[in-house]
């Protein structure tokens, strides 16, 4: 027989799975089981999946639920792995836990290049992989370079079509192809998620700001968020919102709901801060938002794509500077909003619905700073990057890349080649810090 386990860390990867069963993306097993990994940075506060408003509607697809944070407690989900010589022994612990026997497993998880996907992944030396993706950063390159004994099982990539015509580059290193999970399945899901008993407050027609909790990720500090915060809140009142919803980020802290609270009473603006744990799409099928707003969220594209609700962006050009190191893998996610949406600011834009690139336009793009990212993952990217690059960087195409990481990459766009060989000088990198301690003290002197 054979047992298929499908690990879950999220409402949303969830409802991704749910309907890539419904869809008949996976084949017939005797047994499919759930396992929820409860990722939070303090998951004895933060509810699990299973626990969450909306899972009962999901919960019939699978025959068992199990707990990883309970299989490994007491070790945290995101920091353990098992040590190479230990699997065959965890692998042993885990069938007699889960009354495996001697069945065949095959495994659907996502993230597969940190834990605890790639820890299970490792336990199951031979199981078959499916990855599945549920956001943006599918369109990007793997994060780091992953195990061969690990990447060379996975047989293909799940994700959504959430930019029509826009392949995504995970994996591609591999050879893994990518699936699509039906559209009109996943809206389905969504729809049973949305009629599923839950109190939310009662707002028509509002402008819904989507928190991300940007400071947790060390992209952004606390105090620089609650000003993103206002500004998403300040520029949908310009455009004459009065009723706003915040939708904070589940584990984001209280006060960034309290500052903007205070924010909407000096603007003179009706703000709702949602305290229930719920998928944003629930949101725009309840309360059909007339604006939805956020940095890059992947709801603000869901919102567009799958809904027709209008929507507007907000900090991407601080985070494209921000993100370090550059192939941090939230880039790509900033990149695609950044380029195809419009700007909070931009009324007209804003208002007509304007889009930015073109699919073919924002692949080239993609790839281009997928190459950027991870060069020694996707080498075969190189010419295309040139190409980009050569034709296309100016003053909009600019932000989407560091000068110094094209320049160590001799590509085009960096410094020009006859004065590389100043990077490389040990004397002009010994001066560089003196020069920059200067700099702080005339602008000091001057104040």
Known sequence: MTT?????????????????????????????????????????????????????????????VASWNETIFPFHPGGWAPRPEDAPLWERFLRAAWGLGDDEVSLAVESIQVNPALGLAQIFTDAPLTVYADGLMSYGPTRNKLDP??????????????????????????GVPAQLV?????????????????????????ALLLGQYLSALDILSAEEEERLHAEMLRGVVRLGHRRVVFKPHPTAPARFSRLLEAEADRLGAELTVLDAPVLAEVLYQRMRPALVTGCFSTALITASELYGLPVARAGTGLLLDRLTPFENSNRVPVTIVDALLPEL????AVAEGRRGQDTESLGELIRAVGFAMQPRILPELRQDAERCLSTRLDDRTRRYFKRKRLTSLGLPGGVPARLAFLLRSPTVRRAAPRLRRLRRLRRLVRR
């Open 345 to 348: 600011t931009d009324r007209d």
């Open 182 to 206: 039906p559209t009109p399945a996943f809206t389905k899901v969504l729809a049973e998620l949305a009629d599923a008993d839950m109190r939310l407050p009662e707002v028509e027609r509002p």
């Open 4 to 64: 298929q386990i499908f690990m879950a860390s999220t409402l949303y990867g969830t409802a991704t799975l749910a309907a890539a069963l419904d869809a008949g993306c996976f084949a017939p097993a005797g047994r499919r089981l759930l396992l929820v990994s409860n990722n939070a940075a303090t998951p004895e506060t933060t509810p699990a999946v299973d626990e969450l408003p909306g899972f009962e509607r999901l919960r019939g697809r699978f025959d068992e």
């Open 149 to 174: 004994l690990v990447g060379t099982r996975v047989e293909r990539l799940l994700h959504l079509d959430l930019v029509p015509g826009l392949r995504p580059l995970l994996l591609t290193e591999f």
